[in-house]
């Protein structure tokens, strides 16, 4: 009789942690790891963090900040919903 032995690799969903490894990462994005290596070394998308004991993750507020950027996102637009959401605010009280 085979036995087969499963184990979690993550305690925590993605959507519950800081940090990816490069296939994570690369899949958080929607690129294959190699096209993932190929943005990181055209400074597209962020080098990975160094953890001690030489592991390399890469910070999900990062990857999403270069996604922002590459989708056009940018912070003065998020001020600019925040000013409407108080004129809105104004509005109807």
Not at 30 to 39: I, P, T
Request: charged share 25%; hydrophobic share 40%; glycine share 10%.
């Amino acid at each position: 009789m085979t036995m087969i032995t499963c184990g979690l690799i993550h305690a925590l969903p993605p959507s519950d942690r800081r940090v990816f490894g490069r296939p994570e990462a690369a899949s958080f994005v929607g690129a294959s790891v190699g096209y993932f290596d190929k943005l990181v070394r055209a400074g597209i998308m962020p080098q990975p963090l160094s953890l001690p004991g030489g592991v390399k993750r890469w910070d999900v507020r990062a990857l999403n900040k270069a996604l922002d950027g590459l989708s056009g996102i940018s912070e003065s637009e998020d001020s600019e919903s925040e000013d409407s959401d108080n004129e809105w605010d104004r509005l109807v009280q």
